[in-house]
């Protein structure tokens, strides 16, 4: 088991479109299970490969209120059922911290493989239907903040590049401060 690190926005490595599985086998599994657990820590209710530089077409979500219902969706495809939408406050662990309405349809019909390479295919809707589009919309390179305005878009942008600035800084200052330590002893 391993936690993955998780590209944030606007890393251009988000924006890959991934591939097909061609195989699913115990690489796959060994993926969804990664992606599991470093969903899980985070946490979060979805995780695409996109988000840890994986540009394959594998998902791994959990909607459920305990947190023990792992679903692993491998190629995963869906259309709508309805021309309804509805509007959820969505978030994204690669865009850490900010949250904004997004517009999805309501119900959907869901076609993938699971990590066994059973077929599924159901309906959904509510929380569990936005998430598969939110996910899928990683697999194709696409983030929510594309649905906002170019105005919040680049507000959340210079943000996050000021953070990774900072974090970056501060990463540089630790490993100056530990050579520094070392030298003294
Ligand atoms: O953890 C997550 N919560 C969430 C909330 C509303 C709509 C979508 C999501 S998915 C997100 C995890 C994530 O970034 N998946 O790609
Ligand atoms: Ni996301």
């Given at each position: 088991m391993a936690l993955l690190p998780i590209l944030e926005f606007p890393d251009p490595r988000l924006r890959k479109v991934a591939v097909d599985v061609v195989q699913i086998n115990d690489d796959t599994r060994q993926l969804a299970k990664d992606m599991l657990e470093t969903m899980y820590h985070a946490?979060?209710?979805?995780?695409?490969?996109?988000?840890?530089?994986?540009?394959?077409?594998?998902?791994?979500?959990?909607?459920?209120?305990?947190?023990?219902?792992?679903?692993?969706?491998?190629n995963p495809s869906w259309e709508p059922l309805t021309d309804e939408v509805q509007s959820?406050?969505?978030?994204?662990?690669?865009?850490?911290?900010?949250?904004?309405?997004?517009?999805?349809?309501?119900?959907?019909?869901?076609?993938?493989?699971?990590?066994?390479?059973?077929?599924?295919?159901?309906?959904?809707?509510?929380?569990?239907?936005?998430?598969?589009?939110?996910?899928?919309?990683?697999?194709?390179?696409?983030?929510?903040?594309?649905?906002?305005?170019?105005?919040?878009?680049?507000?959340?942008?210079?943000?996050?590049?000021k953070k990774h600035r900072d974090e970056a800084k501060d990463a540089l200052y630790e490993a100056r401060a530990k050579i520094d330590e070392e030298a003294q002893a």
């Open positions: 946490p979060g209710i979805g995780l695409a490969a996109s988000q840890v530089n994986v540009h394959q077409r594998v998902v791994v979500i959990d909607v459920s209120e305990d947190g023990d219902d792992p679903r692993v969706l491998v959820y406050q969505e978030g994204c662990l690669s865009v850490p911290e900010f949250y904004d309405d997004v517009a999805r349809h309501s119900k959907i019909q869901l076609c993938a493989f699971d990590e066994n390479g059973e077929t599924i295919s159901e309906q959904a809707e509510g929380l569990f239907a936005v998430c598969i589009q939110h996910e899928l919309d990683h697999l194709n390179g696409k983030l929510f903040v594309d649905y906002l305005s170019r105005v919040k878009r680049d507000r959340i942008r210079k943000k996050l590049e």
